[in-house]
């Protein structure tokens, strides 16, 4: 009867140490299988992040150029814009779940616009997001400190053009093509004399490289209504071909030129001027290929052009000014665009705003007077 009881007991012990050691099991394979599953998630969440983008400066070499070295570097796609685009590209790509890395190119900010630009920046940051700003116009001192605590790469010159920098930045991905299209950027923005662009400028003949960054803004500046033209203009130009290398661009040209031609006739006959300032409005081309005509036929050393953008209820507003101008236009005008509700902002001598339909007036009125 002992013998019996002790066997009993054993094997209830047996079968309650069975139940427990599968209980535990069942328990470990639970908690393993919730591991797994989170770690699983967790990269299944960041591999879904695999796209690059690139949002840069629609109107001009330097902005299209240097989207095609982004491109070349990096791969991706472009976001081409012009001022008034800029925060609304912005915040397309924010709520984009696959967006990985992004670079903003040669898009200078403005008191108006650069709080936003900060947000939706930093609401990028949190969504793990590389950022990447390249730009060459003048910023507050402020707003770089607080892209930099969001972690934010900033590359910031005054001194060279966008696309030098991004060349400069990242030439150990870029392949020597690369350093003809900062070239040409550097020469149609007015910066081929800086210290690296003009270190860029010496590997090639002077000629060809003035001709192609003329055909190139003859080009872009001429397709401005055709966005897939852009675009295809940023891939030729990552693909390494020379402007003479891309169909038709030397016969656009020639047709941008003539347009150009008969600009002048209409820069004398419709020009105004002030004391220290001529002005013009635009009705049938773009303000930046007429503000150099009125600043020259003006014989002041500040010339504004302005063209209304209907579908905005704003004027797209150019600024150059002579080398004997004695002020900082781009930071006077980002000041006073503020001021009348609109915005801009850009270098010394060349800069841009966008002002309100019915303050265009005070607007050239008030920078005539700031102005000495």
């Known amino acids: 009867m002992m013998l019996a009881a002790s066997k009993t007991k054993k094997s209830t012990t047996k079968k309650s140490t069975t139940k427990k050691t599968k209980t535990t099991k069942k328990t470990a394979t639970k908690k393993t299988t919730k591991k797994t599953t989170k770690k699983t998630t967790k990269k299944t969440i960041k591999s879904k992040r695999t796209k690059v983008i690139c949002i840069s400066h629609k109107e001009d070499a330097d902005g299209i150029s240097s989207a095609a070295l982004i491109r070349q570097a990096f791969g991706g796609d472009a976001m081409l814009v012009d001022y008034p685009g ?9 709520t984009d779940e696959k967006l990985k890395s992004l670079y ?17 920046l930093s609401t990028l940051r949190k969504n793990k997001v590389s950022v990447t700003y390249i730009d060459h116009h003048d910023i507050d001192p402020n707003v770089v400190k607080s892209l930099q605590k969001l972690k934010v790469k900033v590359i910031h010159d005054i001194n060279e053009c966008t696309t030098v920098q991004v060349y400069n930045a990242f030439k150990s991905k870029l392949n020597e093509h690369a350093t003809f299209v900062a070239t040409c950027a550097a020469i149609t923005d007015y910066m081929e004399d800086r210290p690296l662009g003009s270190k860029l400028l010496q590997m090639y003949d002077r000629q060809f490289a003035l001709i ?30 020379f402007p003479h290398d891309i169909p038709n661009t030397f016969e656009f040209a020639q047709i941008q030129v003539e347009k150009l031609s008969q600009m002048i006739a209409k820069v004398k006959a419709g020009m105004k001027t002030m004391k220290n300032l001529g002005h013009m409005e635009i009705t049938d081309s773009g303000a930046s290929g007429a ?54 902002g ?21 920078l005539n007077k700031k102005i000495k």
């Open 86 to 94: 800029q925060m609304e590209a912005l915040q397309q790509v924010v």
């Open 104 to 120: 903003i190119c040669d898009l200078g900010l403005s008191k108006k616009t650069q709080d936003e630009f900060i947000d939706l």
């Open 212 to 241: 192609s960054a003329t055909v190139l803004t003859y080009n872009i500046v001429g397709h401005q209504k055709e966005p897939d033209y852009l675009l295809y203009l940023v891939e030729e130009l990552a693909e390494s071909k």
């Open 291 to 344: 503000v150099n005509f009125v600043m020259g036929l003006s014989g002041k050393d500040v010339g504004v052009a302005y063209k209304e953008r209907i579908d905005h209820g704003i004027y797209a507003v150019s600024v150059r000014g002579s080398k004997n101008c004695k002020v900082h236009l781009g930071k006077i005008v980002n000041l006073l665009a503020t001021d009348l509700g609109g915005s801009g």
């Open 346 to 366: 850009g270098h010394d001598r060349a800069c841009g705003a966008v002002i309100p339909k019915p303050k265009i007036k005070k607007f050239i009125t008030e």
